[in-house]
Structures are given as structure tokens and as C-alpha cells.
């Protein structure tokens, strides 16, 4: 049975909030389905569709709706964060300004999607979930489907990408969101969807079981294990019935947790029958995690910047600093802990306070208000959004945090319901004409940056041949890309001037890729500092243990050659350091 339109939903005095909820749902299906990832910020245009979504929908909601604005309460968290941040760079905590631009934009957003969440709640009180739900089914089921034909190695390019089969090495269906926990997120989102659906009658008690079978399944293939603790919370969050509406059984609930337990336990059998790798549920639990190696990161940085923190997107650059001194991990630009990272990035008291007032919020807001079947389908969301926050970062993707922060706003407004100020329609218009004006220039700026790293990967210029695409423009919002490329094609000899070994020095912990650690090294030992490539080599090790032996290879090749390299290389972590 098909979900109903919108629409009919609604009162024929509030039909017209049709429009804004289907604009924002169809730019939110984009951003979930959309097939191209493409570097250096791979979900850029998935982010793009759900700005798009959120400004269209708020331009069209004042056309609609009573002429007030709401600012809940918890909108002041994300500009509390900005104004933390805006310290952090004036007390010169952020070298790098552009790496706080796109955050700030991000929080600035956080809080209109609070804003036009609870705005719709005033106009309708389903709205958002009947705006959501529907999205986050479609978008999970379409998604599922898109993992079985990968799955079964069948070609639908240009709207599904494709994924490598390999019985030797574990692969795990992504469909287009191309990352499978964040798959596993959006299911988990479906879930909770279809669940608010069937209780609203939407969905056939027949069609519900069946989709909730597929979207099982599809976690399943994820092979994430966040599904381990969001599928029983999902089950106790449905367990208690809610007046007036269609009830959810205890013994369907728990046959489909069982169900899911033994889709689990069975998935090696099912990748052997489908010719690909992977993991029991034994292999999954004692396997080696390279969170707990970003988690002792993390803690480490933290406790070294406790006041302030390091400063905001600062985890990747520390983590550079600090990582010869730590235990083998793995190098990211995030702590993969959201209580860690904010911690680490903004200090223990901003921390504490933030998640302090996370669960004041939801106690209030969840637990203390009376329980409704959107009411229920926000805590279902928040949770796994929280879960994975536990292990990962989903709330830094804009497509993850829009239709959180609309949830948050609803939820906020039938808690404390507020008037809102009185303001002029043609304002709001204004400031959603300008922010559209500003995307357009971030899009247009961001090209650039795109069409740079094509030509550094395809062009074969000799180093120091700058082609002018990888020239820094005049005003840009992401030099940060145009150092890496300059980076990338300043030669390495004896004697360099003090400037460019200070560029390298002050660029390399912005980028701790492998390549550029290595190349740092190098500078160092080409430039009479042994000591310095020796750390820089075991940063490397560090941050980079499987691409370690091939670099060792290298520099025991060029130790063959060049006794400078041969000094490094005595000191180095063995070929097969763990």
C-alpha cells in the first residue's frame, strides 16, 4: 500500500504547506539517492540538495503561514558553538580560517531548520513527520534495492554506483549513500518513518511487515553494528502504545528482532552464496577497532587543551602533532565520538555543558511532554542519530542534520510552544534570496577546487609547473586546496629556502595524508634535520600502518644511495611494526 499525498493530511485552510513539504522532501530524496561523490568533500552536493530543501521550504512556509518567527530554545546551542568558535579563531586557537567557514554556515543552518521545524509544528502538528517519514522510507527502500544489485554485481550506471566483488576482501553495499554506516543510519531513519506511518494508518499492517523485512535486510548488508543497538531501542521505543493510534504488537516486534538477530548471525552464509567476504558476528566484536586508537587521541588532545580545546576542526591537524607519541591508529579528521570530539575540539566545559543540555532536552521534550506518534518517531530518530554519533560524525553532514534539527524544532514546540515575533514576510524572502545567491558562489567556488584536483591527478606536468587551475584565485573560500596543490608540486632538494620548508611545516598537519607525511620527511632530511624526519616517519607509521611498508621500502632503497636517508631509516618502526 502506497503512502497517501501529503496533502489530504492537512486541513483545506493549511493545504497550501503541500508545496514547501514536497520541495523539501523531493531536494531531501536527492541528497539521499544522489550518485556522484566526488572529491574532495564526496558529499558536497548531497548537502547542497538538502540547503536547498530547507531554504525552499522556508521561503514557501512565510507564504503560508501566520507571520511570526520562532526561535526555540534550542537554537541557541549551535550559535552558542559559533560564537565558541569565533573566540577560538580570535584567540588564534584556528590557523586556518576557511576550515571554520563551511562550520559556521552549517550551525547558522542547524538553527533555521530548529527555527522552520517548529514553525511547522505551529501550522500543523504532524508536518515534519509528515514531511520525513515519507522521505526516509522511500529513500531507505529505493536505497536497499540499490544494495542488492550491487550485491549482485548488476550494472545501473549512471544511478547506481557500482561496487568491486571480491571473496578475499570484505565489501559492504553501500547503494548511493557510499558509506554503510551512514546507509545503516538512513534505514534505521526508514524504520521510524514506517513505524509513525503504520501507527497513522498510512501503511497496511501487510505492507508494513513487508517493508520493515527489506529495510532489515538492507541494515543487515550494512554489516554495521550500530544496527545491534538501535534495532532492540527501536523495540522498546515502540513497545508502550499510544492513545488513538494503530498499535504495534510486543510478539511482532519481537519476531522482527529476531529476525534481524538471525539475518545477523547468518550473513557469512549469505555473502558465501553472493561469491563475497565477510565477517562473523565473533569476528565483528574481537576484531581490532581503529576508533579506540581515535578515542585515545582524542582523550589525549582534550586533556592538553582542556579550557578551549584545540580549536574547531582541529582533531586531524593535533592528531599529526601527537601521534608518534600514541599507539598505531589510523589518521582521520574526526574523533568518531561526538562527546570525544567536542571535547577535544572545544574543551571539557563546553562539552559537558552541550551534552548537559542534550539530555535535560530530551528528558523534557521526550519523556516529561505526552507521548504522540510524531513525538515518537523524533526520539526514534534522535536515537540513532545518537548511537552513531557514539562511533562516528552524521551530524557533520547537512543531510543528516537538517532533518534532525526539524525534528528537534517540532519536538521543542509542542514542549514549550511559542508565539514567536511578528516579522515581515518580504525579510524572510530577502535572506533566503541571499542565501541561495551564497550557495550558488560556494557551488560555483567549490568547481574549482574539483576541476584543481582533477588536473593534479591527470596532468603530467614536471613539478613547479604550475598549470592555472591549481593556482590559488584571489578570493576563494577553500584555499586550504589550493596550498595542498602547491604542496604537491614544490620539488624536493638540499638547501631549500627556510620559507618553503616553514610552508611544508605549517601545511603537512592540515593534510596528514600519507603522501605529504612522507614528503615533510623528506624535506627534513634532505635539509640536515634527521631527528625531525624520524618523527615525521613515525607520525606516518603511526597514522598509516598499512601503507607503511611500502614507504619503508623506499626510503631502504634510497638509504642504499644516500647515507642521509640511511640515518633516518636506523631509527624508523620496523617494515612490520603493528
Not at 554485481?153 to 548511493?176: D, E, F
Not at 522482527?256 to 550473513?267: I, K, Q, S
Not at 510524531?374 to 536515537?383: D, E, I, K
Not at 568547481?447 to 613539478?463: I, T
Request: charged share 10%.
Amino acid at each position: 500500500m502506497s503512502c497517501p499525498p501529503l496533502a489530504p493530511a492537512l486541513s483545506l485552510k493549511r493545504s497550501a504547506l503541500y508545496w514547501p513539504l514536497l520541495a523539501c522532501g523531493l531536494a531531501l530524496m536527492v541528497a539521499f539517492l544522489l550518485p556522484y561523490h566526488i572529491h574532495p568533500l564526496r558529499v558536497f552536493y548531497h548537502d547542497a540538495a538538502a540547503v536547498i530543501g530547507l531554504l525552499l521550504c522556508l521561503a514557501g512556509l512565510m507564504r503560508v503561514a501566520t507571520p511570526r518567527l520562532r526561535l526555540p530554545g534550542v537554537a541557541l546551542a549551535p550559535l552558542a558553538v559559533m560564537a565558541l568558535i569565533l573566540l577560538q579563531y580570535a584567540l588564534g586557537l584556528i590557523p586556518i580560517a576557511a576550515d571554520i567557514v563551511l562550520p559556521l554556515m552549517y550551525l547558522l543552518l542547524c538553527a533555521v531548520a530548529l527555527c522552520v521545524g517548529a514553525q511547522l509544528t505551529v501550522e500543523h502538528e504532524q508536518a515534519v513527520c509528515l514531511l520525513l517519514a515519507p522521505v526516509f522510507l522511500l529513500a531507505g527502500s529505493i536505497s536497499v534495492c540499490m544494495q542488492y544489485t550491487q550485491m549482485l554485481g548488476v550494472t545501473a550506471a549512471p544511478w547506481v554506483m557500482s561496487m568491486a566483488h571480491s571473496s578475499q576482501i570484505n565489501l559492504r553495499p553501500y547503494a548511493n549513500v557510499a558509506q554503510p554506516n551512514q546507509l545503516a543510519l538512513l534505514l534505521c531513519f526508514a524504520l521510524a518513518g514506517l513505524a509513525f506511518l503504520f501507527e497513522q494508518a498510512r501503511v497496511g499492517r501487510r505492507a508494513a511487515v513487508a517493508l520493515v523485512l527489506l529495510l532489515l535486510s538492507g541494515l543487515v548488508l550494512t554489516q554495521s553494528r550500530i544496527g545491534w543497538i538501535i534495532v532492540p531501542a527501536f523495540a522498546a521505543c515502540l513497545w508502550r502504545p499510544v492513545a488513538g493510534q494503530r498499535r504495534c504488537s510486543v510478539l511482532t516486534l519481537a519476531a522482527l528482532c529476531l529476525f534481524y538477530g538471525l539475518l545477523v548471525t547468518l550473513l557469512p552464509l549469505i555473502n558465501q552464496l553472493a561469491g563475497l567476504a565477510g565477517g562473523s558476528v565473533t569476528e565483528h566484536i574481537g576484531g581490532r577497532s581503529e576508533r579506540l586508537s581515535l578515542w585515545g587521541q582524542a582523550w589525549h588532545i582534550a586533556a592538553a587543551h582542556p579550557w578551549l580545546g584545540a580549536g574547531w576542526f582541529g582533531f586531524g591537524t593535533e592528531q599529526v602533532k601527537v601521534a608518534a607519541d600514541l599507539m598505531t591508529g589510523t589518521y582521520a579528521e574526526h574523533a568518531h565520538n561526538l562527546i570525544l570530539n567536542l571535547a577535544a575540539e572545544l574543551g571539557w566545559p563546553a562539552a559537558a555543558l552541550l551534552c548537559a543540555a542534550l539530555v535535560y532536552w530530551l528528558r523534557q521534550t521526550c519523556f516529561s511532554a505526552p507521548l504522540s506518534a510524531g513525538a515518537r518517531m523524533a526520539l526514534m530518530c534522535l536515537v540513532a542519530a545518537l548511537v552513531h554519533s557514539m562511533v562516528e560524525f552524521p551530524l557533520w553532514y547537512a543531510y543528516v542534520l537538517i532533518p534532525v534539527a526539524l525534528l528537534m524544532g517540532m519536538l521543542h514546540q509542542r514542549r514549550w510552544p511559542s508565539r514567536g515575533r511578528r516579522v515581515a514576510t518580504c525579510w524572510v524572502h530577502a535572506a533566503v534570496a541571499l542565501a541561495c545567491l551564497v550557495l550558488v558562489g560556494v557551488c560555483w567556488d567549490y568547481q574549482r577546487v574539483v576541476a584543481g584536483f582533477r588536473v593534479l591527478r591527470w596532468d603530467a606536468s614536471p613539478a613547479g609547473i604550475s598549470n592555472p587551475a591549481l593556482v590559488a584565485p584571489r578570493y576563494t573560500l577553500f584555499p586550504q586546496y589550493f596550498a595542498y596543490f602547491k604542496l604537491m608540486q614544490m620539488p624536493l632538494h638540499a638547501d631549500m629556502a627556510a620559507a618553503d620548508i616553514a610552508y611544508f611545516e605549517y601545511w603537512t598537519p592540515r593534510f596528514g595524508f600519507v603522501h605529504i607525511l612522507n614528503k615533510l620527511a623528506e624535506v627534513y632530511v634532505l635539509n640536515g634535520q634527521p631527528q625531525a624526519a624520524l618523527r615525521m616517519m613515525q607520525t606516518l607509521q603511526r597514522l598509516h600502518p598499512d601503507a607503511y611498508p611500502e614507504y619503508f621500502d623506499y626510503w631502504r632503497a634510497q638509504a642504499r644511495v644516500d647515507t642521509r636517508y640511511a640515518v633516518v631509516l636506523h631509527g624508523m618502526p620496523l617494515r612490520s611494526a603493528p
